[in-house]
């Protein structure tokens, strides 16, 4: 059996997440509630979504949830790193 770079992966690169419409990377399954979200990873929707998944995207298969604001904070300024 082969497998491209992407299947080997248990999802898509960070780098450039922030701005990127949600679930349009190329090469990975994302949950079609993703895919139809219609939403753009910006600040305020990376925080809301890490914060509760579920409530932003019902019937997305993540299910890990970052309760602290400073967290999140932090890792929503990582991610835009890597936009950079």
Known sequence: M???RH??????????IVGRPAG???????????KSSGLVWDEATLDRFL???REV????T???AVSKPEDRQNI???????SQ
């Open 7 to 16: 299947q080997r992966k248990a999802g898509p690169g960070l780098g450039g």
């Open 24 to 34: 349009s990377m190329e090469g990975f399954r994302y949950s079609e509630a993703l």
């Open 51 to 53: 914060a509760a998944p």
């Open 57 to 60: 995207v019902p019937k997305t």
């Open 62 to 64: 993540m299910m890990m």
């Open 2 to 4: 082969s497998f491209n």
């Open 76 to 82: 929503v300024a990582y991610l835009k790193s890597l």
